[in-house]
């Protein structure tokens, strides 16, 4: 790994946070109430970060493995998962109003500026998640993005993330890895039946998914309980990597996904079937009971802003006219003259010079141009940024049980201790999903300078700052990467693929439009896949779960342009407030070395800064 003298390096960050996480009494005037603020010297400000951070971790042990960091006193981590049940909930939220106080007693003038972003990240995020805890249904995600009015559906529940995380994220190196594995299957009947009761109590409320998207979560479901019952993925999994370490893995695994695990995956089908038979087309928020409070929460806890639905549907249309003023001449140079930008798009789609083969060839040509795109941007990384790092990078296929609900491609860093790989997951179900000038700019948002890229910086900071994350900075500072490869020449000889870059900026601003149309103003389904393709010339094939995405994951696409759009507004005011001081590289530098913040605290560190050049 590069790491310049600017930040810790791995070793040293866990080093420090292994002396910090025994310190489990903390000194007594961290322990006093809300209401008198104390003091904190340094040592008891770090030793309080870290003492929030195992408590989260409590009620996420998967993320503590995704990280690497259950190890050592905290390596019971590694055979759990978390609670899915209400009780399980009620607890996780106790915790937060519990820390919250704690990290409210002290008076964060005393500290110094980067430990008083993080009681500032750790204010915003806990506060945010106690107002969703408080709303009667739905999945809160803490210090994450995927908050979900339904527990489960067509993408979200333990159905669909267990199986995968056994595979890509629990490693079985040795022996005490493959008992925690089989310990964790033990465990995820709890965790299913967890989910059941909050999706019946949901029900009971009044509260049932659309059709459209129980109509793909039903057979999803209904595939993994065949693989369940066959023993497949979760004895595959182990099976191939126990071949070294004596024991009955496989026998095990294979007993309890064909038992318990298939069983309970059985009640949670009969459960969507019997709300399939309740559901309405109805498509937003406003059709569930406390639709609009729900939808007005998801809002802020994405992008971090107080931003109404009118104000965000607003700013989608009119930077969707903008960035279609930007494609035209491209378009007009490529010889496309006639008609609407979208259907200019949509004929620019079916040209054969920008399709890949169909079937497993093409497949094997997406993954071939991903890696060269990849080697490319990562050249480039010297000419954006004074501090580097290593992006530990993997790029796999979706499980294809997975795929018929899954976006095009999502991304995200590798573990803390840096043992398991940043992942860009692609979703290959067709090869017409992808397009030769969509490609690039998908690559440069997961990967590099985007998610990947961005999240080993996250990796360097203090434990809790690599557990939160806000919608509005991660998806805003890939969409910026998006529009950094572009500065840097990703599509300089290419202008189709400068299009599919500035086509995906417009999907953006599609999306702003969208989600409120969908959740604020009632359209159907069918009126947001309509004003995709109809005004961007998107894929219908894409574009239909990436609706449906919204309709689960109310608010999440706002936070891509509005995260954006706040990135730029910063980088302008610091270019014009600093003149020849200015710098792209530093500036670059304070975004991503200040961590994953809220947009407010985002303003505070580019503050200090522009300060530093005075």
């Known amino acids: ?63 503590a493995t995704a990280m690497g960091v259950d190890k050592g006193e905290h390596a019971a981590l590694r055979s759990q998962l978390s609670d899915a049940s209400p009780s399980g909930q009620a607890a996780l939220a106790a915790t937060l109003r519990q820390d919250l106080a704690r990290v409210r007693a002290v008076d964060r003038e005393a500290l110094d500026p980067v430990t008083r972003t993080s009681f500032d990240v750790i204010d915003s995020c806990y506060s945010t998640s106690l107002d969703g805890f408080a709303l009667p249904y739905g999945d809160v995600s803490v210090g994450g993005w995927r908050n979900a009015p339904y527990v489960v559906i067509q993408n979200v529940g333990a159905y669909i993330d267990l199986p995968r995380f056994m595979d890509a994220d629990h490693p079985v190196r040795d022996r005490s890895d493959a008992e925690a594995y089989i310990a964790r299957l033990e465990q995820i009947p709890a965790v299913l039946q967890g989910e059941l009761v909050r999706i019946s109590a949901a029900r009971e409320m009044g509260v049932v998914p659309p059709a459209f998207l129980l109509d793909k979560a039903i057979p999803q479901m209904e595939r993994t309980l065949a693989d369940a019952q066959a023993g497949g993925s979760l004895v595959d999994s182990i099976a191939d990597r126990t071949q070294n370490i ?115 060839p093409g497949r094997a040509q997406i993954m071939e141009f991903i890696k060269e795109r990849i080697d490319w941007i990562t050249a480039q990384m010297p000419r954006a940024f004074n501090t580097l790092v290593d992006p530990n990078l993997e790029v796999r296929r979706l499980p294809p049980a997975e795929e018929p609900g899954a976006p095009t491609a999502y991304g995200g860093a590798g573990s803390k201790d840096g043992t398991i790989p940043g992942k860009m997951w692609i979703n290959l179900r067709t090869t017409d999903l992808h397009r030769r000038y969509t490609l690039p700019t998908l690559v440069h948002h997961e990967t590099i300078p985007g ?164």
């Open 451 to 614: 998610h990947v890229w961005q999240g080993e910086y996250a990796n360097q900071l203090p434990l809790i700052r690599s557990i939160l994350a806000f919608n509005a900075y991660s998806e805003g500072w890939a969409l910026y990467a998006e529009k950094l490869a572009d500065e840097l020449g990703a599509y300089a000889e290419h202008p189709a693929w400068k299009l599919g870059y500035l086509q995906d900026q417009a999907f953006r601003a599609c999306r702003l439009v969208v989600d409120t149309g969908l959740h604020a103003k009632r359209w159907t389904r069918e009126e947001g896949i309509r004003f995709f393709v109809e005004r961007n010339g998107d894929s219908p094939e894409e574009i239909i779960s990436e609706v449906e995405r919204y309709c689960s994951w109310p608010g999440q696409a706002c936070g891509y342009k509005i995260g954006q759009n706040e990135i730029l507004r910063q980088r302008a005011l610091a270019a014009e407030t600093m003149g020849s001081a200015y710098d792209i590289k530093g500036f670059n530098d304070a975004v991503v070395l200040g961590g994953n913040v809220p947009l407010d605290v985002l303003a505070k560190n580019v503050g200090r800064y522009i300060a530093s050049a005075g």
């Open 246 to 360: 004596p024991g009955n893995w496989s026998a095990q695994a294979a007993a309890l996904a064909s038992g318990p695990i298939a069983d309970a995956l059985a009640a949670q089908l009969a459960e969507l079937k019997r709300q399939r038979s309740l559901a309405t087309q109805d498509a937003g928020m406003w059709a569930q009971p406390g639709g609009d409070e729900w939808y007005d929460w998801a809002l802020r806890a994405s992008t971090t802003t107080q931003m109404s639905a009118d104000e965000i549907h607003a700013v989608g249309l009119e930077q969707l006219a903008e960035i279609h003023g930007e494609m035209e001449p491209i378009l007009r140079d490529l010889g496309y003259t006639e008609g609407p930008v979208g259907t200019r798009m949509t004929a620019l789609a079916e040209d054969p010079r920008f399709k890949f083969a169909e079937g497993d």
């Open 1 to 63: 790994m590069t790491i310049s003298s600017a930040t810790f390096s791995r070793r040293a960050t866990l080093s420090l946070l292994g002396a910090g996480a025994s310190l489990s009494i903390l000194p007594g005037c961290m322990r006093q109430s809300a209401g008198n603020l104390v003091s904190a010297p340094p040592a008891s400000a770090d030793a309080l970060l870290d003492d929030v951070a195992w408590n989260l971790l409590q009620h996420m042990p998967t993320s």
